[in-house]
């Protein structure tokens, strides 16, 4: 289970009972922290991923960008993409994988035996 904090969830969206249905209908909770202004979203991965993909409107960005700022990172093999196309570039093994420019200099030295 997996907790997103959403801060003045209230005053940010235009249509909060829509909202929180959405999140109920992909099998995700929407809970009050206290008295206070601030929600707690919780939900599996999965249903997480599935939320982000079903809001799409303005008001809602911000809560992918919250979601996406709580999921995990997949762990991606540098080795094995380097492997697979050994042509790649810096910039475009960093773009595939997440991975920082040292990282991905540090894998492509490693591949060519440097």
């Known amino acids: 289970m997996i907790s ?3 801060n ?8 909060k009972a829509q909202v929180i249905q959405l999140m109920t ?3 995700c909770q929407m809970k009050r922290i206290r008295r206070s202004r601030n929600w707690l979203l919780s ?4 249903s997480l991923r599935q ?3 079903q809001l799409t409107t303005e008001d809602t960005r911000w809560i992918v960008t919250a979601i996406d ?11 094995a993409l380097i492997a697979d196309s050994p042509n790649i570039t810096i910039n475009q093994l960093v773009a595939h994988s997440g991975c920082t420019v040292s990282e991905a200099r540090l894998a492509i030295d490693k591949f060519e035996d440097l």
């Not at 003045?8 to 249509?15: G, K, L, P």
């Not at 700022?69 to 080795?79: H, I, R, S, Y």
């Open 4 to 6: 997103v904090p959403l």
């Open 8 to 15: 003045s969830f209230v005053h940010r969206v235009a249509d």
């Open 25 to 27: 209908e992909q099998g």
């Open 43 to 46: 939900g599996e991965e999965a």
């Open 51 to 53: 939320l982000k993909s």
């Open 69 to 79: 700022k709580t999921l995990p990172t997949p762990v991606v093999d540098l080795a």
